[in-house]
């Protein structure tokens, strides 16, 4: 969404324009579903943290200052939201993401080379990320897809920072020794 | 913990200096600040080289899920300006048990359409009975 339009519309919204909050809402619905559907891993779930972030987001608007995106202030919001649910949810029951969902690429080929090379790896990496704890899979989302930023993460999820950097570096190793069982191997071969 | 300084050709000690500097690896690959031994050691191992290359293979593959956009009916979109109208926690709430609700409707339904069923054969076979015994 052009920037300036967004800006427009988030004015108009703080104002008390419901139309303008309406607007805002189906410009970036999907890209929030995503987001939540990746951190909870059940597409019923994932409506209801959807729900609740633009909740919140409505409540919270007339904070939002602008210093960040607004999709970036929606995912903080939506991490935030992902991450009390899944505390109710807990030890109700095992997370698992699963990965008979269609996508939609929003930006096609910008390097057919590079996409080529992806291909593979991207299908095996959704895999893997559903293998993974809630608490790993979270913070390697937020911050290797999202590009959250480790304090945004920590305050989102109420850890600290260190213990973000250490689930997330522990998420990217299980993450690599999936996708490159034979790495240790083939190092020592060298 | 074996000393980095140690010589000789051995993969023992290189092995356990892998595994003690592994997460740091996990994190050097976007530039995060490592201590002098990690930086030391990553400079000379083969081994913790080709897992840099992974990682920033991994990571390119993570950055590259960001243009993706799951399925979504745009129901969804209904759903969330509901909840947002005044009184939309009843909305909400409806939705949260529409899948339950559905069940039950289903089940009642099956109750209904058995009992209709079973009272029509009781008004058939009445019906029967009564005829023989006129005819009889």
């Known amino acids: 969404m052009d920037s300036d339009r967004t800006n427009e519309l988030v004015a108009a919204a703080k104002e008390g324009d419901h139309r303008a909050f309406e607007e805002l809402v189906r410009q970036t619905y999907a890209d929030t579903y995503t987001l939540a559907y990746r951190l909870v891993g059940d597409e019923e779930d994932a409506r209801d943290v959807v729900q609740e972030t633009y909740l919140r987001a409505h409540k919270g608007l007339k904070k939002f200052r602008g210093d960040a995106q607004l999709s970036t202030w929606l995912h903080r919001i939506t991490a935030n939201c992902a991450n009390t649910f899944l505390g109710r949810r807990g030890r109700h029951r095992h997370d698992e993401l699963s990965d008979d969902f269609e996508l939609a690429d929003d930006v096609p080929d910008r390097d057919p080379v590079f996409q080529a090379d992806l291909g593979d790896l991207r299908s095996n990496l959704v895999a893997a990320l559903t293998e993974l704890p809630p608490k790993l899979r979270t913070v390697v989302v937020l911050r290797d897809i999202y590009d959250l930023s480790h304090d945004a993460i920590a305050t989102e999820l109420d850890i600290s920072e260190s213990a973000a950097k250490v689930r997330l570096h522990r998420a990217r190793k299980r993450l690599r020794e999936s996708l490159y069982p034979m790495g240790e191997e083939q190092a020592h071969a060298v | ?136």
């Open chain 2, 1 to 136: 913990m074996p000393s980095e300084n140690s010589t000789g050709p051995t993969t023992a000690p290189l092995r356990t200096n892998c595994e003690t500097f592994s997460l740091q690896l996990a994190g050097a690959v976007d530039g995060e600040e490592l201590d002098p031994a990690a930086k030391s050691h990553f400079e000379t191992c083969l081994r913790c080289q080709a897992e840099l290359a992974q990682y920033k293979k991994l990571l390119r593959a993570l950055a590259s899920l960001r243009d993706q956009r799951l399925a979504v009916d745009d129901t969804l979109v209904n759903e969330i300006l509901l909840a947002l109208e005044p009184g939309g926690t009843v909305h909400r709430l409806q939705r949260l048990s529409s899948a339950s609700r559905s069940r039950k409707a289903a089940y009642i339904g099956g109750i209904a359409a058995a009992t209709a069923g079973a009272a029509g054969a009781l008004v058939i076979a009445s019906r029967l009975a009564a005829r023989q015994r006129l005819a009889s």
